[in-house]
């Protein structure tokens, strides 16, 4: 099972109509996508997080509620709200985003029970909590405690330069929380943030690079592989790279890294580049993820 702790907000998607920018609500949050994605996908995945006690919360509680996921553990704060995300789109369906999140809900997060812990293989943990001191105390010590468990320690880097504005502290932070995962993704823009040295230096890591309609690439163990992406016409990237570290999560789930072989990271990276495409088509981080069925046509 792939358990996934983190934020969980609303996407306000913004677009022109009649000269008046309108915003439609969708659910979000880089962990909750990548766990709705995995169930779509075939895997066994869990959530935990929270949400205000407000109108955005009932929303993205009733949704949850409706994706398939193995377990959820989502709190309601009755003191805070919903975490909100502004997201504007470009004419290639490329993303910006500015975030509603002055003590608002997502890193308030509940304790993960032991139990849950112990039901996990893969424990994939979200970054924007480490923009607060609780956040970060929080994923150091649920790291610490998945990895005590035996537990392959999943992390997006996912790094927000509205959120995290002083970027030589915010990396700091990160390479502390990096150094406790065995599964790292950076994108190409992130590599060029904390260096191709740095990013290169985690022999005994799975680090997932990706380079959007360049696909991406693998690198463990001292090898590296680049896989091509499929050709698409994006309509809304939002959330495309969490489809992608879904896909492939999803096809390591049950396995140990002694099992990843070279062919075994190509055909989890393949998978990954097809469901990180395919969800490009529509509007929204999982509203438009793609079935078994249209991923197995594109692979």
């Not at 290639?92 to 029970?113: I, Q, W």
């Not at 992130?190 to 260096?195: K, L, M, T």
Request: with cysteine; net charge negative.
């Amino acid at each position: 099972m792939i358990l996934c702790i983190g934020e969980i907000l609303c996407d306000m998607t913004g677009s022109v109509q009649s000269g008046k920018t309108v915003y439609e609500q969708n659910a979000g949050g880089a962990p909750f996508n990548v766990a709705c994605a995995a169930a779509k996908f075939g895997a066994e995945s869990a959530f935990v997080g929270c949400v205000g006690d407000d109108l955005m919360g009932t929303f993205l509680e009733r949704f949850a509620r409706a994706q398939g996921l193995k377990e959820l553990y989502l709190r309601r704060d009755p003191r805070r709200n919903t975490t909100l995300a502004f997201v504007s789109l470009d004419e290639h369906g490329d993303r910006s985003f500015c975030f509603y999140r002055k003590n608002t809900a997502d890193y308030h997060l509940p304790a993960v029970p032991e139990d849950l812990l112990g039901r996990a293989h893969i424990v994939h943990v979200g970054s924007l909590m480490l923009s607060e001191r609780a956040g970060r105390l929080y994923a150091a010590e649920l790291m610490r405690r998945a990895r005590e468990a035996g537990k392959l320690v999943s992390f997006d880097v996912n790094f927000r330069s509205d959120i995290f504005r002083n970027t030589r502290a915010a990396l700091k932070v990160y390479r502390e929380i990096i150094a406790l995962a065995d599964i790292v993704k950076f994108s190409e823009d992130e590599v060029a943030i904390f260096g191709e040295d740095y990013v290169s230096g985690f022999p005994e890591k799975l680090v997932c690079v990706t380079f959007g309609k360049n696909g991406c690439e693998w690198r463990f163990g001292g090898k590296r592989h680049a896989l091509p992406a499929i050709d698409v016409k994006p309509v809304d990237t939002t959330g495309a790279g969490d489809a992608f570290f879904a896909g492939v999560l999803s096809r390591l789930d049950g396995t140990s890294p002694a099992q990843w072989t070279a062919e075994k990271l190509d055909e989890a990276f393949a998978y990954g580049n097809v469901t990180g495409a395919l969800n490009t088509l529509g509007h929204g981080a999982i509203e438009h993820l793609p079935s078994r069925e249209e991923i197995a046509r594109r692979l």
